[in-house]
C-alpha cells in the first residue's frame, strides 16, 4: 500500500462533537469492510464492518457509510470522548480471500 | 472474553540474528493471520493459515521469513536473518467462519 511514513493524517475534534473519519479504496472487488481503532502500543480493536450489499450500519455512537459507486467508506463518531482518541484503519475484503487490505489510517485527537 | 495471545511483547535483537515470535489464537479460530506493521501504516498481510495449511504467501519474504502452524493452533514466525529493515510491529490475528478478524497485542521487534 501507498506509504504515508510517520505523518498520518490527523483529525482534531472537541469533546463531545461529533467525527467523520473516511477512507477512500480502489478495488471494486472489495465485499466487505471494516473500521480499526489502534491505541498506541496495542493491536487493532474492531468497531463496526458493512458488507457490500449495505450502504448504512450502525453501533453504539459509531455508524459507517459505504458509497460503491465512489468507492468511498466514511466512520462517524458521535459526541467524541477523550477515549476515542486512536489511530483509526479502514480494511477491505475482496471475495474470495479472507485476508485484509488495510488502507493508510487517520489519527483522531479529541480535545477536552 | 477470549483473546488473541502472543508473545514476546518486545523483541530487541541484533542484525543477523534470528528472532522468533509466537501466537495462540482464540479457541477454535480456523483462520490465523501474521501482519507486519510499520510504524505509521497500516498492517501488511506476510501469511494466512487456513488450520495447518498455508493459503497464502505471497507476501512473506521467503528468504529469510518462515511460519509455521503445525497442530493447527498456535503458530510461530521466524526471521533468520533479521536485517534493521525488519523492525516493525508483528500483529497476529484469527477468526472462525465469519469475516471478522480479532488482533493480539503485537510483538515489537528492533534490530540494531
Known amino acids: 500500500g501507498e506509504s504515508v511514513g510517520l505523518h498520518l493524517p490527523t483529525l482534531s475534534v472537541q469533546e463531545g462533537d461529533n467525527s467523520i473519519i473516511n477512507c477512500a479504496y480502489s478495488n471494486s472487488a472489495s465485499d466487505y469492510f471494516i473500521w480499526y481503532k489502534q491505541e498506541s502500543g496495542k493491536g487493532p480493536q474492531f468497531i463496526i464492518d458493512i458488507r457490500s450489499n449495505m450502504d448504512k450500519r450502525q453501533g453504539q455512537r459509531v455508524t459507517v457509510l459505504l458509497n460503491k459507486t465512489v468507492k468511498h467508506l466514511s466512520l462517524q463518531i458521535a459526541a467524541t470522548q477523550p477515549g476515542d482518541s486512536a489511530v483509526y484503519f479502514c480494511a477491505e475484503k475482496d471475495t474470495g480471500r479472507r485476508a485484509l487490505t488495510f488502507g493508510s489510517g487517520t489519527r483522531l485527537q479529541v480535545q477536552p | 472474553e477470549a483473546e488473541v495471545a502472543q508473545s514476546p511483547r518486545y523483541k530487541i535483537t541484533e542484525k543477523s540474528q534470528a528472532v522468533a515470535f509466537w501466537c495462540d489464537p482464540i479457541s477454535g479460530h480456523a483462520t490465523l493471520y501474521w501482519y507486519r506493521q510499520i510504524l505509521g501504516q497500516g498492517p501488511e498481510l506476510l501469511v494466512q493459515?487456513?488450520?495447518?495449511?498455508?493459503?497464502?504467501d505471497s507476501q512473506l519474504p521467503k528468504d529469510r521469513f518462515s511460519a509455521e502452524r503445525l497442530k493447527g493452533v498456535d503458530s510461530t514466525l521466524k526471521i533468520q536473518p533479521a536485517e534493521l529493515g525488519d523492525s516493525a510491529m508483528y500483529l497476529c490475528?484469527?477468526?472462525?467462519?465469519?469475516?471478522?478478524?480479532?488482533f493480539g497485542p503485537g510483538t515489537r521487534l528492533t534490530v540494531t
Open positions: 490475528a484469527s477468526s472462525s467462519y465469519t469475516h471478522e478478524q480479532y
Open positions: 493459515f487456513q488450520d495447518e495449511s498455508v493459503v497464502d
